[in-house]
């Protein structure tokens, strides 16, 4: 997302209230305008009260909690979106004290709050990736410093799959799904058998050119490779989020 923060005095300035959280879940499940689960019709609907929108054709009230892990919560959004960005902060991991103390919750919310977005993030059962797809592996953990490139010692190699469509609204490329998977190698069998799990045959592959994506379009899957110089430009969300 475009004015998803940077840093944390990002995240303070711009989720101040309720209602930042709520507008912020909006633009996120609906980039490119509102449209009624109900009638199907795309058009401004309005907030009738807390998390609830009305759509102005059909009058239906829809949630804009509905379908996400904050649905049925009683812990306020601007709690969920700290916790949330406290998880980012981490480097060396994460428990439901380290959040409990931090942000001042109760051990419960805490505990609760963490176990639903362990769960989000760690499902089986996810529609594979679709449309185009950009690929790409970070090195997280261990404790050499300085050495650089794929095999950096140490560390655990992290497939980063990311889907990328253009915005109706902006006409901008924004991100999409995103799913995650530890591997053991960035070798060509191990990328070829992990994409085939994360993403749907025919999805076009955009990689930074490693030579262990060669395969990916034996298996039925367009591969455009760009060169690493190009790479912010033309394929710059899976190296963000590496």
Known sequence: MADYP?????????????DDCVKYLLRIRWPDGFVCPFCHAKADAWISERYKLKCPKCRKVHSVLSGTIFQGTHTPLLTWFRIMWHICLQKNGYSALSVQRSLELSYPTAW?????????????????????VEVDECYVGGVREGKRGRGADRKSIVLVAAERKLSEKTGRTIFGRIRLKCIPNVSGETLSKEIKALIEPGTTIHSDGWSGYNGVEVAGYPHVAHKQKAIKQTTPFSGECA
């Open 6 to 18: 940077n840093t944390s005095k990002e995240f303070q300035v711009q989720f101040v209230t309720e």
């Open 112 to 132: 609760l709050c963490l176990h639903k977005l362990r769960r989000a993030m760690v499902r089986n059962d996810q529609d594979r990736l679709s449309g185009e």
